[in-house]
């Protein structure tokens, strides 16, 4: 098992390259690149497609911007697209300053050599270390992620038990239902729904509208701001609780149901062991497997690109934001690096649902499987 393990470990490093590689050509041959922004920035035609939501947007003055604009704007002729009007040597400098004055292959390297060192470079258009907004922007989507994640397991496992318990039932049925709404509401259309009826919009006022903290955070005492802090998350965990428990709770059934009707399942009913025995000591540890071992996978999938919608409407400047925001700016540096890093952590996440399965039933052997 171990030298299982130590395979898997290694398998990161080709894989994580050949991600790299892929989302790195297919990002420089996108078009509308860091240069084609700071010219539309020059020309005053950018727009930020998250101006309103913490303070970013179209009216930031970055340091390359302001630099470029230093450099003179006399009319020439450019490769790049929108760039009419702009002194030659202005592109030159943009170029020499991105590294865009190099090889493809040179740029790429050079770029894995840093993240190898964990030294994911400085933000284009925030003019701050990528390491640095990653670390700020954090605390909101592991909040996000992580509560709701736990949520949704708390929710959906037993949910689901009971339903495999009574499948045909009334409650089944009127369970379904909720599952079936679960399925059929986007998270962020329950998110409006929640802010008009609980937070001031028209009903009830009973919940902040935006930020993960009061202002006055810091001046409390550690019980008011543990309160205030759940008090401000409430509302976008239930938004993401509710779209996000009803694929869960079907898989634990559909797990349970496939395993109570086994025959091992029968043959401990005919020894006389109580329902609970069987379903908890015999079906359990074999239907909870596919369950346990998606923990990883799901909450990184809730942490990178589950809350970005959730994000926006309550005004939480968390990882999905940031994500999003670098892509339409272009911010090459951000875009990677979180690549870099999130894809990392992803194959990490995957060796431990394996761990997760090991855990879970010993039985299960991963060598004797490859052998």
Do not use: C
């Amino acid at each position: 098992m171990p030298a299982y393990f130590l395979r898997r470990l290694l398998l990161i490093i080709p894989t994580l390259f050949g991600i790299m590689v892929l989302n790195f050509l297919i990002v420089q041959a996108a078009p509308g690149g860091p240069i084609e922004q700071i010219v539309a920035r020059l020309h005053g035609t950018a727009v930020s497609a998250t101006a309103r939501v913490g303070g970013s947007g179209a009216g930031e003055t970055a340091a390359p911007v302001g630099q470029a604009m230093n450099a003179g704007n006399e009319s020439a002729s450019s490769r790049y697209p929108g760039a009419q009007g702009v002194d030659p040597e202005l592109i030159k400098q943009l170029e020499h300053q991105f590294g865009f004055d190099q090889p493809l292959y040179k740029r790429f390297l050079t770029m894995m050599g840093h993240y190898i060192r964990f030294d994911f470079g400085t933000s284009y258009f925030r003019d701050e270390s990528v390491f640095r907004l990653v670390v700020s922007k954090m605390p909101v989507s592991i909040s996000l992620g992580l509560w709701t994640t736990l949520i949704v397991y708390l929710i959906s496992i037993p949910l689901g038990i009971r339903k495999a318990v009574m499948d045909g039932t009334p409650f089944d049925m009127w369970s379904s239902a909720a599952i079936i709404a679960g399925y059929a509401i986007p998270s962020f259309l329950f998110a409006v729904l929640l802010i008009v009826v609980f937070a001031g919009g028209r009903y009830l006022d009973w919940f902040p509208l935006r930020g993960l903290t009061s202002d006055t955070w810091s001046d409390m005492d550690w019980p008011h701001r543990i309160l205030d802090y759940f008090w401000h998350i409430a509302l976008p965990v239930t938004a993401l609780v509710i779209s996000g428990f009803a694929s869960l709770t079907m898989l634990t059934k559909n797990s349970f149901l496939d395993e109570i009707n086994k025959q091992y399942v029968l043959t401990a009913r005919a020894k006389g062991l109580t329902e609970n025995r069987v379903l908890y000591g015999h079906v359990f540890r074999n239907a909870m497997l596919i369950v346990i071992s998606g923990f990883p996978s799901a909450f990184i999938s809730i942490l990178f690109t589950g809350s970005l919608l959730i994000e926006v409407i309550f005004s939480l400047d968390g990882m999905g934001l940031l994500g999003f925001e670098s892509a339409i700016n272009r911010d090459y540096p951000v875009m990677f690096g979180t690549l870099f890093f999130f894809t990392l952590l992803g194959l990490v996440m995957n060796i431990l649902g394996d761990l997760a399965y090991v855990l879970t039933d010993p039985r299960i052997d991963f060598e004797t499987r490859e052998g």
